[in-house]
């Protein structure tokens, strides 16, 4: 069994930045392949990156490419989500994922585990 916490989340102005922080804990953090997905009001929920157990390979939506950037400290059990030329419709409630696989995955059904989630918000 795997725990996660989101933090970092808040109020940000267009062109703003927020660093997202996922805690993890319970078994071998290092094990796990990880991900960022968001759901937005009266939308579904979607992919925003991914990582895979080493941290060696990364891939976005192309909708936050250039922008945001997946990384993690496995000796710290932390996934991050740093969030540059923030946008209005990046407002969302921002979840962290993780997967048995260890890979970079993209689709919601491949991860295991999942936090509570925390609120970004986007306005001027």
């Known amino acids: 069994q795997v725990q996660l916490v989101e933090s970092g989340g808040g109020l940000a102005q267009p062109g703003g930045s927020l660093r997202l922080s996922c805690a993890a804990s319970g078994r071998t953090f290092s094990n796990y392949g990880m991900g960022w997905f968001r759901r937005a009001p009266r939308k579904e929920r979607e992919f925003v990156a991914t990582?895979?157990?080493?941290?060696?390979?990364?891939s976005y939506a192309d909708s936050v490419k250039g922008r945001f950037t997946i990384s993690r400290d496995n000796a710290k059990n932390t996934v991050y989500l740093q969030m540059n030329s923030l946008k209005p419709e990046d407002t969302a409630v921002y979840y962290c994922a993780a997967s048995v696989y260890g890979s970079v995955l993209y689709r919601a059904n491949d991860y295991n585990y999942w936090g509570q989630g925390t609120q970004v918000t986007v306005s001027s």
């Open positions: 990582i895979n157990r080493s941290g060696g390979t990364t």
